[in-house]
């Protein structure tokens, strides 16, 4: 049972109904029988250089024919152009316009679907898959079309079909009239009758009478405006049927059909509404330059500006000129109130990942989830600005999920996942990759110490408190850690001491990153990689 998919690259399709002049601005929706199966016989001819009709593509041909199909619709609207279209007639000076509509159906990115409810040869299945490869545009020439046949599939929903007597569908759908084509058998047998009458006014000369030319020419011409069967129907051009005084093609009747009253809007159509989008952890984004020149990307030094001036871009662009409800993003309710959500918003990361000292991704980690706004804002966030450079960064999406996305990038940049997030099952031993910055002023001992300011940021992050720690001179750590910057720039207070420190904490227990701690940690500071034992 054949299912045709169409799709239309061009979002349009443009047909002016049977009968109708096209400055009335109507649409033929959805596409009338007739038009398809001309349109089929049409490509088979130009694109199969047919010489005449082959005997399976007749056989296919036919049992459509014999077939009303349904159709399941995409939603689409009406809209319309307005042309003065110059007509070659001069009056006082200049030339003549008219005014032209061009009307067509606004599908998008829609797909059609029509199915005709009978059996077909493997051969007229190859057939009609052959002819609906080649079948470029229906309708109009712009109207184009990709056309697939596929196998049967029960969860179409058909909201337009042919009218059943005594049948009415309901108070949300509407009757329309389409040109489908006579069975070939009812057009066989009515030809047969009407030829019959029409000859009868001819009689052939009885006895030893011969028939002469003429008599053969009378009753040739006689028959001539009545095509033999119902391929030559379909194949005979507008032309024809006209000089031959029909008033629609031969071997076409008008078929009611019912379709859903809002299958043609008059404005943008009225979508469903919006699918909620699953909530993930982890964005990662790709940094470059316009010149390609990683040199000029920002240095690991400029991680908290850096990281300032990425928030700030995503916040603005999340909410749009508007206040903003996006706690995942800001770390604050509606009423503007800090979370207490044990650091679970966003963390805005800008990471060095393939060691040259510069950054060269973004890592926006939110163990809370990002919504579908935020979701939004970061994906199509594509440029940023660094303090004295002449260009702008450049962002791209490089992967989002969970956490575990980040282990699947290239091998070369494997080693610095594992060293930000540890090894699968954890890992003991953590050291600054950033200067970590005491949250509050720092005492000599008490809770407030550096081990105790310490602990309490693990608590608070739902995490087991140090075994040891250990403060590293700033000189043997791996990178220049008394070169970064400290203090932000944008929001929030100063830190107490303006000083960072590199750590080295050994926990009992394996736990598993990305650890950040203390002053601006939601802005890469406090960063802490994972000790290979």
Known sequence: MPTLKFKFPGGRYHATPWGHHVNEGLIEWPPSPWRILRSLIATGFSCHHWPEIPEVAKELLIKLA???????LPEVSIAHSRHFMPTGVLSKGREKTTLVFDTWANVGSGTLFIYWDCKLSPEETQQLTDLAATLNYLGRSESWVEVEVIPDNPSLEFNSFPHKQGVHAGPDWEQLSLMAPIPADLYTHWHRETSEKILAEYPLPEGKKKQTGKMQKDRDKAVAPYPPDLMSCLTKDTAWWKQHGWSQPPGSQRLLYWRRSDSLQVGPPLHSKKQPVASITTMLLALTTPSGNRSALPPCTRTLPQAELFHRAIVARAGRGNRINCPELTGKDIHG?????HHEHAHTLPVDLDGDGHLDHLIVYAKMGLNGDAQHAIRTLKRTWTKGSSGDIQLALAGYGDLDILR????????????????????????????????RFLKKSGKN???????????????????SLEVLPLADIKKPLRHFVCRRNHGGSPPPVDMGYGLRL???????GPLLLGYASHYGLGMFHAVTQ
């Open 449 to 467: 110490n550096l081990l105790g300011q310490i602990n309490a940021e693990l608590v608070s992050r739902n995490l087991p408190e140090v075994a």
């Open 66 to 72: 014999g077939t009303m199909p349904s159709y399941c």
């Open 506 to 512: 050994t926990f009992s227990e394996p736990i598993s």
């Open 408 to 439: 699947k990038l290239p091998q070369h940049l494997v080693s610095s996942i594992d060293s930000l997030l540890g090894t699968s099952i954890g890992s003991l031993v953590w050291e600054s990759a950033t200067p970590f910055v005491p949250p």
């Open 337 to 341: 109130k800090p979370l207490h959500d």
